[in-house]
Nanobody
Framework: VKLTESGGGSVQTGGSLRLSCGVSGYIGRRYCMAWFRQAPGKEREEVVRMDIYDVARYADFVAGRFTFSRASAENAFYLQMNDLKPEDTAIYYC???????????????WGQGTQVTVFS
């Protein structure tokens, strides 16, 4: 399984971006999917995770601004980000976590990351 992110860029405060995570290799419903981010000088943090039943759990800082979705062909995942703030500036990573009857805390597969910059 290989993950490839795209869709990052620079946007003004209040703007929107849609990140994509392309999946190479069949994952079916074997993996939970997640987005993480890492801002300069900070530790990587989880933004959202989705289990194999498409139930998404968002970090508190998302506050209803982001939406995680799965493509119908299940070969891509999307993170729609609205009302972006400067503190959302980070490298965003797509990740896959093998489902073990639950979604584990540590991803098994990482993408290379895509930069999101929000300026005021």
């Amino acid at each position: 399984v290989k993950l490839t992110e795209s869709g990052g860029g620079s946007v003004q405060t209040g703007g929107s971006l849609r990140l994509s995570c392309g999946v190479s290799g069949y994952i079916g419903r074997r993996y939970c999917m997640a987005w993480f981010r890492q801002a300069p000088g900070k530790e990587r943090e989880e933004v959202v995770r989705m289990d194999i039943y498409d139930v998404a759990r968002y970090a508190d800082f998302v506050a209803g601004r982001f939406t995680f979705s799965r493509a119908s062909a299940e070969n891509a995942f999307y993170l729609q980000m609205n009302d972006l703030k400067p503190e959302d500036t980070a490298i965003y990573y797509c990740a896959a976590l093998e489902y073990l009857g639950y979604c584990p805390s540590t991803p098994d597969v990482w993408g290379q990351g895509t930069q999101v910059t929000v300026f005021s």
